[in-house]
């Protein structure tokens, strides 16, 4: 009996050396293999870069994974004993492994296997196993993984502290929705910091890494709350919270709200994206998506918001004078037409417009059914909602008829919508009626921008973002008509001509290369004889603009349109003067920004500043000097001031006298509309040949805004459609809105101006008795003359500058106003 039992010893003790052995050499071969542990302590993962607006506002987050690092000692102590509670109760207790769950793990695996039970024993991985796995390991289910797996995780102890490895795993994890990283987590489910979190969105978070598609909250519901009530419980058995706290938590639903980007808050999507690509152009895709970048823009929210609503009322009143289209497509109202309309893609940013069909059609109205809405679960909603359109807010839908005409007043509902229509509808001031509106076809774009410093603070770039993703504003290569005006004149000031200088409005030809003859035209087809350049720019008078570009050489005018930035490389070409070339609505905003400012070189900017993930400014738009913004502390010296050290590129003088000038546009001109402002503005109109481009931009000391309506393909939008009629308008509620409460600032007076009244007509010095007479801004040394001086140029030239026009940029021209 004793031989059977020592040898039962021995045998057994050789079988324990050899497995001993083996073990051993496992580890040993394992450990050889097991990845640099080290690179933990260099932790710097993909974080999202953030866009906030100038208020700090966030407008928008990109990244490739949706994470915000947050250091262990901003985590709230709550916070972390959550996720201890849910997922390494032990985890203060532990070196990496947690040998008595390993062993319950094991012991249940048994006990599921004999009595036949299909089910997971449960893992038994530490939150410091869950580090090594998922920065060093795959997700591979062998027993290798496991081993090096259990291997890391003590060596991770050994050289980490525990709040750095809860640092590693809350900074690291995938939560769902997009979301990683705990601070991620909380603004994409809560829209809160992880300090505004209650025990129970708290325990939500927490719950989540184990498997965050069977938790979801929309598609799961059931199943989260219970696995968060779980953890809740964990969390009182743990004692981390009280029995009360236990109680009020697990009552409370998920409270799961998706957070709306300030893009979409703010009507800016547009603008967001102008950001994305500029930073793409200056540090990369990489940079962007993953390094965490701190943007600040230039936006201001409410100047966003009231440019959006200026412009897209000014779009929907043209399209609706030139009458209803019809509906958008027709859909069976006997069957369940609500979820026909669900189907059918709505532009996002059109609210508060709604796409219904027409259920009903009376003589009082119409009934229509609203598109139903999608639930947070993504069922269709069962509730169906009628209202009421009634036939006074539907008379304005006269048939839209070829040539921008339209067909007879609308005598009853019928003649406009019939039952199955599908048509979009928006609500009206008195409860419960609707009106009927339609999308408009015609496009423009508003661009506001600080004069003096180039931030643009707003810009919409179309009607809807939705609808189409073209920036209008910076993408689109537009005819500016006369809008370009100021700068011929401009050139002239600097050329020795005066604003009384006086051109003689007459019929002019001009010989073209082919042997054609072109004659610009005014845009009434008329012609007004001797005019000063005051009176020319005020009316909008092309003939007289013609004439003075070719008295003084195109080349000037060439020359001052590159330094200005609206052209890169304008053809020498006299049709050029009436805006026959093609320029974006930015271009010309920055360059009337020169005006404004006195002169000076501004380069617009989205971007006032750039951090990266560590909070150094990497970017700054603002390069000027601040002289004496470094002194450590106030010792009665003069205040902090800017040194100015922009380029002047416009003699201040001449900006002046261009912004004074363009002040008559407003007061006596084609702008009349920006006179119901009572406040200094100046501006100037822009209309294109057969009203195929409108634009007017404007401008008060401090702000420039310009706009322009045209179709994306260019064609006639109608006699009288000018930029005095549809972009001045649009200016005006902007500035109305964005300039409510400020007070009437004038324009500047540069130092040696002389304000001298003189004969409006004649251009002379005025005299007692005169009538017409203004005050007329001159230059040091100049004066109005005693006489009128004539400037014609009216022969036909076979040569020279005047010559060389090309036939393709004649087109355009006969009707610029």
Known sequence: MFRLLGFLFTAGFIVFVAVAAAAGYVINETTKTLPAYEQLAKYEPKVLTRIHAGDGSLLAEYAEQRRLFVPINTVPEKVIQAFISAEDKNFYKHAGVDWTSVARAVIRRVEYKIKGINRNAGGASTITQQVAKNFLLTNAPTLERKLKEALLAQRIEASFSKGKILELYLNEIYFGLGAYGIAGASLSYF??????????????????????????PYKNTKRAIERRNWVVGRMLANGYISQE????????????????????????ETFAEEVRREAVKLYGKEKLYGGGLSIRTTLDPKSQIFARQALTSGLIKYDRERGWRGAQTTVDITADWGAVLNKTKVPSDITPWQLAAVLEVTDEGASVGLRPKTLANGKLDTKRVTVKIPFELMKWARQALPKNQRGPPVEKPSEVLNPGDVIYVAPS???????????????????????????????????????????????????????????????????????????????????????????????????YGPSTLRTGIEQSRNVMTVRLADDMGIGKFKEMTERVGVYKKMPRVLAMALGAGETTLMNMVTAYSMFANGGKRINATLIDRIQDRYGRTVFRHDQRECIGCKAEKWENQAEPEFLDNREQIVNEYTAYQITSMLEGVVQRGTAKELKKLGKPVAGKTGTTNDEKDAWFIGYTPDLVVGV????????????????????????????????????????????????IPINSKSGTRAAYGDENVILEAFKPGEEPPEKTILISGDAIPQSGEAAVIEGGLTTGTGGLY
């Open 708 to 755: 322009y309506v045209g179709y994306d393909k260019p064609r006639p939008m109608g006699k009288g459609s000018t930029g005095g009629g549809l972009a001045a308008p649009i200016v005006r509620q902007y500035m109305e809105l964005a300039l409510k409460g400020k007070p009437a600032t004038p324009f500047r007076v540069p130092a040696g101006i002389q304000l």
């Open 429 to 527: 001031r008195t409860k419960g009626e609707w009106h009927l509106v339609q999308m408009p076809e015609v496009e423009g774009a508003l661009v506001a921008m600080n004069p003096h410093t180039g931030r643009v603070l707003a810009l919409v770039g179309g009607f809807s973002y939705g609808r189409s993703q073209f920036d209008r504003a910076v993408q689109a290569m537009r005819q500016p008509g006369s809008a370009i005006k100021p700068f011929v004149y401009a050139t002239a000031l600097d050329n020795g001509y005066s604003p009384a200088s006086v051109i003689v409005d007459e019929e002019i030809s001009y010989k073209l290369p082919q042997g054609k003859i072109w004659k610009p035209r005014n845009y009434s087809k008329k012609y």
């Open 191 to 216: 829209g809160k910091s992880l300090t505004q979190l209650d025990i129970a969105q708290m325990a939500y978070l927490a719950a989540l890494p184990k498997a965050p598609s069977n938790y979801h």
């Open 245 to 268: 706290e236990h109680d009020a938590a697990i009552k409370k639903p998920l409270e799961v709200t998706v957070r709306p980007f300030g893009a979409q808050l703010f009507a800016a």
